[in-house]
Every structure is written in C-alpha cells, then in structure tokens.
C-alpha cells in the first residue's frame, strides 16, 4: 500500500527496562497511527550488529529512520550513509558525531548531570565525598552526565568527587571495584551513578557491607516499573533519580513530522526532573494516568481496526452475492 509510511528504528538493546519502555511508547504510538508500519531491529549491544540492522533498513528504504545509537563512533559512517541516501535520520538518546542526521532527540545529559550536583549539594549533611559511577564510555550521556556533574559541583567547593568508577550502563560492572572502595574508605557521603541501575547496584554492594544506611545514593532514569526508580526511590533504596524520558513516543511523533514535511527543531528536549521521596507518589501516579490513557487509546484504535475489517469482509461478501 503505497500511503504506508515506514519507519525503522534501529535499538541498541532491549535487555533493560528503560529500553523495552522506550520500544513500547513508540509502538502505542504507531498503532494510533494505522498507515504507520513501525520496524524494531535489537542490536542486542553488539556494535557490530547494529551497523548491520541499520544497513538493513537502509535496503527497505524507509520514510524515516530512527537510530538509538550503542555508540556514537562506531555506529556515526552508517547514519552518514542513509542520511546521505536521502532517508531522514531522527537520532534518539545517545549521539552520533558529526551533522549527518535529520533531528536528535533525548533530554539533555549536561543538565542530567548538573541535576545530580545541585541535588546533592543541597541536599548534603556529611563528608561531601562523592563516589561517581559513569556509563559505558564510548556513549555520550556516560560522557554529558560526567561534564554537567563536574560542572555544577564547581559552585560548591564542599562537595568532592574522591573517586570515579567506569561503568558500562550495568550493575554488575560496578560491584567489584565499589566493594574496594567503600572498604578503603570510611568518609563517602553520596554515590551518584549515571543510571538507576548501577546505583541499585552500588546499593546492594553498600547493603552487603552493612553501609546502606550510611551512604546515599542518586541514580538517573526514574522508570516507574516495577524495578524501576521511582519505586527504588520509594523503597528508600536510592535517596533521588533524575528522570530521563525514553521520548518513545515523542520520537515517533516527531519522525511523523518529518514524513509529513512539517517543520521540525534539530534538536528536540525533552524535560528532566529530581525525583525523591517528596514527590515520587505523585510521579508515579502522573505516569501510571498517562499510562492508562495510552493503554486506553490503544484499545480504541484495535476496535476500530476490527470494525474496519469486519466491514471490508461484509462489502466484499455483499458485492460477491449481488454479483451471483
Ligand atoms: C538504557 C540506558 C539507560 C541510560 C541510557 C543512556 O539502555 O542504559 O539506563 O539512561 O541508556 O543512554
């Protein structure tokens, strides 16, 4: 059907929660969207693959291409080539280097990791000693968050960051050296990682040596699932998460716009906010309405389909018998 608008998405991985969101509110949003046909390939986080998923989709010629890139050096020749092919490219979350794209979509790391120094600056009562946790290095929020941290603790000469731990986005790669660390030093006040999960991480290392109760954590990602950090925040586990929208459905949106020749920002931000004990309830409960209302919406646009095509299949049954 030549009114079909396709849309690749090329994503880095579905391991993770905030990953699967983000796939989920693009795909609510699509099915709103019937003559959309949206097209997931999971690089499942191997570079590699996602050069070849991407060269994939290029060959289907798509209206639009979105790209969550793993990486942003290794995956930025191959959003050149279907840029320069003429398909618009919508980059979402991390970056790719150089120009060669249509749109960029995500919140703003710097700001992400500003958030994070302003919130433990006021929110300090102790040493000020802070272990920070970074994501995977080749990744630009790993990179965005650690310059914003380090550019809003520079206000505040009392708070200090005494070690850097190198993560790659999971918690597992932080555990052995924060074990180290926690039992070398006796003064760290907060530990502020890039994501909700390595800062679960750094709390079951913390709890494991019976400091839980003595260091604070702040993560970012604020997924309100049942793993997620609105519920950590709740649990009391971490004591903040700056929240980082998955833009799932901003992004299709906005790929639609494109497709539709509307004028469109190169850069669309998407908002970020400190979510602690003082408003995580209410943070669920927005998210969980907008949820429902999704949901909602979706099995609206179902019935309609079916109505749709139990009327296609009547008309063709009705022209067949006036036809005998
Ligand atoms: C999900 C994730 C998030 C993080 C984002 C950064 O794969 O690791 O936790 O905020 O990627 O790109």
């Known amino acids: 059907d030549d009114r079909t608008i396709h849309i690749g998405f090329s994503q880095a991985m579905t391991t993770d929660e905030w990953r699967q969101q983000m796939n989920k509110s693009m795909r609510i949003e699509a099915a709103l969207h019937p003559e959309v046909a949206l097209d997931i390939r999971d690089a499942q986080n191997d570079v590699n693959q ?8 290029i060959k289907t010629n798509p209206d639009v291409l979105i790209v969550s890139p ?3 050096e290794p995956i930025t020749s191959v959003v050149q080539k279907a840029y320069e092919h003429g398909i618009p490219v919508l980059i979402v979350d991390r970056k790719i280097q150089g120009e060669s794209f249509s749109a960029f979509l995500g919140a703003d790391n710097i700001e992400v990791g500003r958030t994070a120094a302003n919130y433990i600056a006021a929110n300090s009562t102790g040493s000020g000693k802070v272990i920070e946790i970074t994501g995977l290095e080749e990744s630009s929020p790993a990179y965005e968050r650690a310059l914003g941290f380090a550019q809003g603790l520079r206000k505040y000469p009392a708070i200090s960051i005494v070690a850097t731990i190198h993560g790659d986005w999971e918690k597992t790669s932080v555990k052995t050296p924060l074990r180290k660390l926690f039992s070398e030093r006796t003064d760290i006040e907060y530990v502020f990682a890039h994501n909700d999960r390595m800062a679960q991480g750094a709390w079951e290392v ?3 040596m019976g400091l839980e109760h003595q260091i604070k954590f702040v993560g970012v990602d604020g997924l309100n699932t049942p793993n997620g950090g609105i519920q950590l925040v709740k649990k009391g586990k971490l004591e903040a998460t700056v929240l980082y ?3 799932g459905n901003e992004a299709l949106k906005l790929a639609l716009e494109i497709v539709q020749g509307k004028s469109f920002a190169r850069n669309y931000i998407l908002n970020t906010i400190v979510i602690n004990k003082m408003n995580a309830e209410l943070m669920e409960n927005q998210m969980n309405k907008i949820d429902q209302q999704q949901a909602i919406m979706d099995s609206q646009q179902q019935a309609i389909q079916q109505q749709e095509a139990k009327y296609t299949s009547q008309n063709t049954l009705l022209k067949l018998v006036t036809v005998l």
């Open 50 to 57: 996602q050069v070849k998923d991407i060269g994939n989709l």
């Open 70 to 72: 793993i990486a942003s």
């Open 206 to 208: 913390a709890q494991s």
């Open 245 to 247: 929208p998955t833009g």
